[in-house]
């Protein structure tokens, strides 16, 4: 059973920026072998895709609506996965939630995950 757990979410102001936290641990999970993916459900709407660290510290994916604005990265000293979110628009308004898996796959999709965190709320207001 591998744990994820999710921090940082807050109220925010647009244009701000925000730092999410993702940490994951398990008897089974080894940090640096797992893709870890953060995906947000806004009021309303279906949960989607926002970002992915491939294992080995390597490829990275984002949704449209955030490249250029968010970036995802290991923080090996904090054994986190974190999510850098800059220039935050009201529409990022969501739950945001990380989820960690060891296989491969299609990781913009929810279905590869095996394991996920409750959730952050972040609220970027106008």
């Known amino acids: 059973q591998v744990q994820v757990a999710e921090s940082g979410g807050t109220l925010v102001q647009a244009g701000d920026s925000l730092r999410l936290s993702c940490v994951a641990s398990g008897r089974t999970f080894t940090f640096i072998r797992w893709a870890i993916g953060w995906f947000r459900q806004a009021p309303g709407k279906e949960r989607e895709f926002v970002a992915v660290l491939a294992p080995n510290g390597g490829l990275t994916n984002y949704a449209d609506s955030v490249k250029g604005r968010f970036t995802i990265y290991r923080d090996n000293t904090r054994n986190t996965v974190d999510l850098q979110m800059n220039s935050l628009k009201p529409e990022d308004t969501a739950v945001y939630y990380c989820?960690?898996?060891?296989?491969?796959?299609?990781?913009?999709?929810?279905?590869?995950?095996?394991?996920w965190g409750l959730g952050t709320l972040v609220t970027v207001s106008s």
């Open positions: 989820a960690a898996t060891p296989n491969g796959g299609d990781w913009s999709r929810e279905r590869a995950y095996d394991s």
